[in-house]
C-alpha cells in the first residue's frame, strides 16, 4: 500500500469518526453507560470465538520466537477475558467526566465564566501485544464522549478484531454507531504513518508499546501525543525499612508480571541494607528471577552476576533485576534522575521524614512509598481502566484514564454586557 492509498483509507475512518463523535455528544450518559455494559456481555457471548482467535495468535508468535513475559502480554484466557467484561461495567459506573465544571468565577462586569469539560473529539490509539488494549481503550474513550480509531499490533491481530467486533455488536445492539470505535482494516506499516499525519481528523494519538513504537509516533505524529517511553522503574530500599516488608514488595514489583511497564527493573539498596540480600535473592531467584548487580551486592551474594553501564538503563520486561547500593537517598536520587524514565518510582522507608523528602524530589509520573511499582495501573487507581501511561508534562501525566479524555471550554453568561 502507498501513501496516498494509505492516506485515503484513514480519511474514510477519520471522517465516520468525527461523524460519530458528533452523535455521541448528543448522548446521554445513561447510554454511553448502558453501552458499555451491552459490549461486556458481547463480550462474555462471543468468549469462544474470541479465545479462539487469541489461541491462533498465541501459536503464531511462538513459532515466530516469541517467549516469556511477552507472551505472557499477548495471552489471554477465560479469567482475564472476564476481566475486562468486568472493566468495562466498572468504567460504566464511574463519574460522567463530561460537562464537569472544572472552575467557576464572577467578573466586576457581572460576567459569569466556567471552565467545563468537554470531549477531546477523536482519539487514535497505537498499541503492541496486549488485545485487552483493545477494550480498555475503546471504552474509556467512548464513556469520555470520544470517538477512537484503533490499530493493535501484528501479533495480537485476530485477538484484537475479535474483541473488536464484540464491542461493536454490544454498542449497536444499544443504539451507540458502530464507527464510534473503528479498527484500522490493515496491519501495512503505510497506514500507521497515515494516522499519525491525520491531522484534519485525529485529535490526538495515544501510543502504547515498546520503545521502537513509541519513538515513531513522537517523531512523526502531526497531532499531539499521549506517551511514555519505557518504564525503567526504581525502588530504593532505604535502611529504615522492615526487611520482612522490603522483599514482599520488591518480589511482587518484579515477578507479578515482570512484562507490564510498571514492573520493577532497578533496585536502588542502601549499603547498610546489604546483609538482608541474601532473604531476597533466595525469593526472587525461586521464582526465576535472574540479577545483575554491582561489586558490593556480588560480594553478598555470588549468584549476583555483574552488571554493566547499560543494566541501570534497561527497560528489560523480563525476568531480569538490576541491583545498585548507594550510600544515601541523594544518591539514589541521582541514580534515578540520571537513568529513570519518568514513569515509576518510589522509596521503601520506614521513616516517613525520609519517605516525603524523597518523594518531594522525585520527578516522575508515579511517586509510590512502601508499595509495588505494578500499582502503576488506572484500574488500581480507581480509574476503571486506563488508555496507557503518559510521562509527558502537558495536560496528562500518570495513568490516562477518562478525566484525562476530556478537554474544557469556556461558558460566558452574561446580561446584555458590551465591552468598552
Known amino acids: 500500500m502507498n501513501s496516498e492509498q494509505a492516506r485515503d483509507v484513514i480519511d474514510v475512518l477519520g471522517r465516520r469518526a468525527r461523524k460519530a463523535a458528533a452523535r455521541l455528544g448528543h448522548c446521554s450518559p445513561t447510554s454511553r453507560d448502558d453501552a458499555l455494559r451491552a459490549a461486556a456481555a458481547q463480550l462474555r457471548t462471543n468468549a469462544a470465538a474470541i479465545l479462539q482467535a487469541n489461541a491462533a495468535d498465541i ?18 484466557d477465560e479469567e482475564r477475558l472476564e476481566g475486562i467484561a468486568r472493566s468495562l461495567e466498572q468504567i460504566a459506573e464511574l463519574p460522567d467526566p463530561v460537562g464537569r465544571e472544572l472552575a467557576r ?79 484500522v482494516p490493515d496491519q501495512d506499516r503505510a497506514l500507521v504513518g497515515a494516522l499519525l499525519g491525520a491531522h484534519a481528523w485525529v485529535d490526538v494519538i495515544v501510543p502504547r508499546g515498546g520503545k521502537s513504537l513509541v519513538e515513531r509516533v513522537q517523531r512523526d505524529a502531526r497531532v499531539p501525543v499521549f506517551a511514555h517511553l519505557d518504564g525503567n522503574n526504581h525502588l530504593y530500599w532505604h535502611r529504615s525499612a522492615r526487611a520482612s516488608m522490603a522483599i514482599k514488595v520488591i518480589v511482587n514489583a518484579k515477578m507479578r508480571r515482570p512484562g507490564i511497564c510498571g514492573a520493577l527493573e532497578t533496585l536502588l539498596i542502601d549499603r547498610e541494607n546489604l546483609e538482608h540480600l541474601p ?66 518510582d518510589g522509596i521503601l522507608a520506614g521513616d516517613d521524614v525520609v519517605a516525603e523528602a524523597f518523594l518531594k524530589r522525585l520527578d516522575s509520573a508515579i511517586a509510590v512509598h512502601n508499595a509495588s511499582t505494578q500499582f502503576a495501573d488506572g484500574g488500581e487507581f480507581g480509574f476503571g481502566a486506563e488508555i496507557g501511561i503518559a510521562t509527558g508534562r502537558l495536560h496528562a501525566r500518570g495513568p490516562v484514564g477518562l478525566e484525562q479524555l476530556t478537554t474544557f471550554k469556556y461558558i460566558v453568561r452574561g446580561r446584555g454586557q458590551t465591552r468598552p
Open 279 to 344: 532473604k531476597l535473592v533466595d525469593k526472587l531467584t525461586k521464582t526465576g528471577c535472574a540479577l545483575r548487580g554491582d561489586d558490593a551486592a556480588r560480594e553478598v551474594d555470588d549468584r549476583i552476576a555483574a552488571a554493566d553501564e547499560s543494566d541501570w538503563a534497561t527497560e528489560y520486561l523480563d525476568t531480569i533485576l538490576a541491583i545498585r547500593t548507594v550510600e544515601s537517598p541523594e544518591q539514589a536520587l541521582a541514580h534515578i534522575a540520571e537513568y529513570g524514565s519518568g514513569h515509576t
Open 105 to 183: 468565577w464572577s467578573r466586576p462586569n457581572g460576567l459569569d465564566i466556567a471552565r467545563v469539560a468537554v470531549p477531546i473529539g477523536v482519539i487514535g490509539v497505537i498499541y503492541e501485544s496486549r488485545p485487552n488494549v483493545t477494550a480498555d481503550a475503546a471504552a474509556l474513550c467512548m464513556k469520555a464522549g470520544n470517538a477512537v480509531i484503533l490499530r493493535g499490533g501484528s501479533e495480537a491481530v485476530g485477538s484484537n478484531r475479535a474483541i473488536h467486533q464484540a464491542l461493536v455488536q454490544g454498542l449497536e445492539s444499544a443504539g451507540i454507531a458502530a464507527d464510534t470505535v473503528q479498527m
Open 59 to 76: 501459536e503464531q508468535a511462538s513459532e515466530r520466537g516469541v517467549t516469556g513475559a511477552m507472551l505472557d502480554r499477548l495471552k489471554l
